[in-house]
């Protein structure tokens, strides 16, 4: 049980590039989230998704698209990186909604950097 | 939507000292709050979590205290060591939402 997978770990993009960040759990959870940690900083909602073909935007969706083909994974796709996007990013997920005895369990991050 | 105000931003302690992290919410069916903990340059995980019919909850050194009049939760750590430093984040759980609204961290240090 490998929990919350999400790759690369580290990336370095130029200016204009694109790239997807893929993340996949075994947990057969059906929410899944994507949210980036600015240096020193919080945690702030990329997207969400609560199901297969279903998805949300969450606090800070510009830049960024996500697709939810399967329960199993959950890929962001960065069009035209930007500086701004230099961030660490992290998967998560969780059996249900924000509402007790969910809990959201993280990937490991991916660490991207926009030059 | 849910606002979750976290408070201090940073805090530094003496081992041994206590530590308390406050987090004030604005949605009153918010029914759901856990705490979770981020080791430098670690994925957040979860340390204890409290539901809205429960005033207080213990695990070992740490606790959690809901105030659901005040709409405020604190975190509390006891007898603080070196490996208690981190980054805690509390959050709070709409009953019908799809999302968990995070507070904006609080960055404990325990000095020994």
């Known amino acids: 049980n490998a929990g919350v997978t999400q790759t690369p770990k580290f990336r370095i993009l130029k200016i204009g590039q694109s790239m997807t960040l893929q993340c996949a759990q075994d947990?057969?959870?059906?929410?899944m989230y994507w949210y980036r940690q600015d240096p020193g900083m919080g945690l702030k909602l990329i997207y969400y998704?609560?199901?297969?073909?279903?998805?949300d935007k969450g606090e800070v969706p510009n830049g960024y698209n996500v697709s939810r083909s399967t329960t199993e994974d959950f890929p962001l796709r960065l069009e035209l990186a930007a500086p701004s996007q230099t961030s660490v990013y992290f998967c998560?997920?969780?059996?249900?909604?924000?509402?007790?005895?969910?809990?959201?369990?993280f990937g490991e991050g991916s660490w991207l950097t926009v030059v | 939507g849910e606002n979750v105000e976290q408070h201090p931003s940073t805090l530094s302690v003496q081992e041994g000292d206590s530590a308390v992290i406050k987090c004030t919410y604005s949605d009153s069916a918010s029914n759901y709050f856990p705490w979770y903990k981020q080791e430098l340059g670690k994925r957040p995980q979860l340390i204890i979590d409290?539901?809205?019919?429960?005033g207080e909850k213990k695990d070992q050194r740490i606790a959690v205290t809901l105030n659901k009049t005040a709409k405020h939760f604190s975190l509390h750590i006891t007898e603080t060591q070196p490996e208690d430093s981190a980054v805690y984040f509390c959050?709070?759980?709409?009953?019908?939402?799809?999302?968990?609204?995070f507070g904006t961290g609080t960055s404990l240090t325990v000095i020994p």
């Open positions: 959050a709070a759980g709409p009953r019908t939402g799809n999302q968990f609204y």
């Open positions: 998704s609560v199901g297969a073909g279903i998805t």
């Open positions: 409290i539901r809205s019919n429960v």
């Open positions: 947990m057969n959870h059906n929410y």
């Open positions: 998560a997920s969780s059996r249900g909604g924000g509402y007790a005895g969910n809990t959201i369990y």
